[in-house]
């Protein structure tokens, strides 16, 4: 039809934002039923009084529920949502099983629901990319569009989850894609806006009611007014982020260890985590509920759950109005705040860490509410000034910035969720505060870390998007030389006479890829000639080399590079594997990427 490629993926877009907003809504309506049936439909006098041991059997049961659907049914890897769209879009091309899409509406509507303490967010990622990819495979997209349209399944979850669409688009440029260009733009924008028009529409055509977000925040009733005297006080507020942000990704990663090394089945690990959750959950009550003559220190009228467990947002809202800081005296609010930071680290990574499936944005978004007010009410309590529920609109930003190390995707989504333009300035010194401070008491975001143990590495942002666009079939191969395995070396020293090769390559009897033999390898076995005779192919050749394949990414192939310290690479079709087919050169990938650069 002579379609251009850039139509045919808007196109796609508006498909792709219109099937994530139908998931979207699926999977908030499914953690509704599964917390009401576990939560609310039980008298919070019984819950929260003699049967509040509860707290532990329900998300322990919905830990383990998770588990054997994880380990035994649907065999996937355990909730890594973002992260897993973000190692396919690295690795890849983009390539999710679509299946994934549905499995992660189950796990995950189960931890968020049954109390795990985990968001939606990380999980409609996942969900969007998955039928992203599908629709890229029903429509055979060209594989370098793949990260495109995984973009824009991102961007369309985020979009409708949060009514954010610009706060979407932005983390999936800044945090998953990592590319800023035109031609990756344009269709994450549809997408966005098209899930975000589309999930409204579901709302008020099929549920009859009046639509805001999946998950909003009250906007604020009472105009905040912010000066230059503030601006230190929103500084410390950004370094206090920071260190909050390093926290929950040191004790993630030291959490997600731990689980790895114990010794108990895979599919009991988050029952583990939702127990200890659980366990936490009661010591609260009991504290801060019993302890105050209530059942409940918020609320069960706001919150039917324990304020630390789910996604929190019911918890988080009373703490964006002021009435919240004039109920208690300020030593006390800061007590109540401090473990509820606590609690909120420590349930976030006993819940992820333990292979609960969920996201870390709500968590983080909780995290800087509580921050944030704790921030203000000691700057109240001193006579300085300022609004303490304003500190913690501005710090739920900053604790995301810091722990995404996405400032700019961060202060979009504060503002699109609270929808309160005033909160922006601060918001934007906070949160690139927290980011800054962040990166320098660790380099790693939360994701980036858990990349980097899968022997994944992001480089610079001009780096990632040119040779994640590129293909190695777009590279101009060198001819291989084939010698076998039982081949006397001395025909490999009588071929470098007569031709230019510097590597070779060793196939088995059946010619399938075997190894390779390198100019290190030649130049040491040159330092004993009399061994020369002697020696076979395959005792000098090098078995660690990997194939790559046609289709893998110039990003990926770098990698490689990098890791095994090689001149060249053998290079294999698709479908095809061990038969080698050339030579990729890192002199050879260069010259393209400068090539791709200078057209650029």
């Not at 601060?426 to 505060?433: H, R, S």
């Not at 006397?488 to 075997?514: C, H, L, N």
């Not at 594997?577 to 650029?600: F, H, N, P, T, W």
Request: glycine residues 12%; contains cysteine; neutral net charge.
């Amino acid at each position: 039809m002579r379609i251009r490629p850039e139509t045919v993926l808007l196109l796609l877009a508006f498909v792709i934002g219109v099937l994530t907003a139908g998931a979207a809504v699926g999977f908030h309506e499914l953690i509704e039923v599964i917390r009401g049936v576990l939560y609310e439909r039980i008298s919070p006098g019984v819950l929260y009084g003699k049967w509040i041991f509860l707290l532990v059997l329900i998300p322990a049961g919905g830990g383990l529920a998770v588990g054997i659907l994880t380990r035994y049914i649907i065999r996937i890897r355990e909730g890594r949502g973002i992260i897993d769209v973000m190692e396919s879009v690295s690795r890849t091309g983009g390539r999710i099983d679509p299946k994934v899409a549905l499995e992660r509406i189950v796990t995950a509507a189960i931890t968020i629901g049954s109390g795990g303490s985990a968001g939606a967010e990380g999980p409609i990622v996942q969900i969007g990319a998955g039928i992203a990819s599908g629709v890229g495979r029903l429509f055979r997209v060209a594989r370098q569009h793949g990260p495109v349209l995984i973009g824009c399944g991102s961007a369309a979850g985020i979009s409708a989850i949060f009514n954010a669409p610009i706060g979407g688009v932005l983390f999936t440029l800044e945090v998953i894609l990592r590319d800023f260009s035109i031609r990756t733009f344009a269709p994450v924008v549809v997408a966005s806006v098209i899930a975000n028009f589309a999930t409204q529409s579901i709302f008020q055509q099929v549920f009859h009611q009046p639509y805001a977000a999946i998950f909003t925040l009250p906007r604020m009733d009472i105009p905040i007014e912010f000066h230059f005297s503030q601006v230190w006080s929103f500084a410390l507020l950004g370094v206090l982020c920071a260190i909050v942000g390093v926290c929950v990704t040191r004790l993630m990663h030291w959490m997600e260890v731990r689980f790895e090394k114990m010794r108990v089945p895979t599919a009991v690990k988050p029952a583990i985590g939702g127990a200890f959750l659980g366990g936490m959950g009661v010591i609260y009550i009991v504290a801060l509920g019993w302890g105050l003559g209530k059942q409940k220190f918020i609320p069960w009228s706001l919150y039917s759950m324990p304020a630390f467990f789910g996604d929190g947002y019911g918890a988080v809202r009373p703490m964006l109005g002021p009435e919240f800081y004039h109920q208690f005296h300020w030593v006390f609010l800061l007590l109540v705040l401090g473990v509820l930071c606590v609690t909120k680290v420590v349930g976030t990574c006993l819940t992820l860490g333990s292979g609960g499936a969920g996201g870390i944005i709500a968590p983080s978004l909780f995290l800087g509410a509580v921050s944030g007010g704790m921030v203000g009410v000691l700057l109240t309590a001193g006579g300085i000034g300022g609004e303490p529920h304003a500190y913690a609109l501005v710090g739920m930003g900053a604790v995301l910035a810091a722990v995404v190390h996405a400032p700019l995707a961060a202060m979009l989504i504060t503002f699109e969720v609270t929808r309160d333009y005033q909160i922006v300035v601060p918001a934007m010194l906070a949160c690139i505060i927290a980011t800054s401070g962040a990166r320098f008491l660790y380099q790693d975001s939360i994701y980036t870390m858990i990349l980097r143990k899968r022997g994944v590495r992001l480089g610079a942002v001009a780096d990632v998007m040119l040779l994640r666009r590129l293909m190695v079939e777009q590279v101009s191969l060198e001819p291989a030389t084939v010698v076998r395995m039982d081949d006397p070396f001395m025909r490999i020293w009588e071929m470098i006479t007569s031709s230019e090769s510097k590597d070779y390559v060793v196939v088995d009897r059946q010619g399938v890829y075997a190894g390779m033999v390198t100019a290190d390898e030649i130049k040491s076995a040159l330092i004993d000639r009399e061994a020369i005779p002697l020696l076979t192919v395959g005792e000098l050749m090098r078995t660690d080399v990997p194939m790559v394949q046609s289709t893998d990414t110039l990003e990926a192939v770098l990698d490689v590079f990098a890791r095994h310290d090689v001149a060249r690479l053998p290079v294999d079709i698709t479908g095809n594997e061990g038969k080698v087919i050339g030579l990729i050169s890192r002199a050879g990938l260069m010259k393209r990427y400068q090539k791709e650069l200078a057209e650029g």
